[in-house]
């Protein structure tokens, strides 16, 4: 399967249907799906010679925010729409 790189062009457009002051976050390793803080850009030249710009987390220990919310996992297709059912009650010694 070959994969097509987005464009900085391309990111540009998707964001710019969103509010600029809307906090940008990444989400990272689709079998355990985490929400990161972007903090840098940084822009180099790849093993091709080809420009190539990344998007970096912090480095600070709070820049992993926790777990990717299940909404966000679903519609990245890293996790199937299913929740568990919910929970009984416990059943309780004498019937009660």
């Known amino acids: 399967m070959e994969h097509t790189d987005m464009t900085v062009g391309d990111l540009i457009?998707?964001?710019?249907?969103?509010?600029?002051s809307t906090p940008?976050?990444?989400g990272m390793n689709p079998f355990f799906p985490m929400a990161h803080r972007l903090e840098q850009?940084?822009?180099a030249v790849d093993e091709t010679g080809q420009?190539?710009?990344y998007?970096?987390?912090g480095r600070d220990a709070d820049t992993q925010l926790g777990h990717l919310p299940h909404?966000?996992?679903v519609a990245l297709?890293?996790?199937t729409p299913v929740q568990a059912p919910p929970r009984r009650p416990r059943r309780r010694v004498g019937g009660e």
Do not use: G, I, K, P
């Open 13 to 20: 457009d998707r964001l710019s249907t969103h509010d600029r």
């Open 55 to 57: 998007l970096a987390e």
């Open 51 to 53: 420009c190539v710009v």
């Open 71 to 73: 909404e966000v996992a």
């Open 41 to 43: 850009v940084v822009q």
């Open 77 to 79: 297709a890293w996790q």
């Open 24 to 26: 940008l976050r990444l």
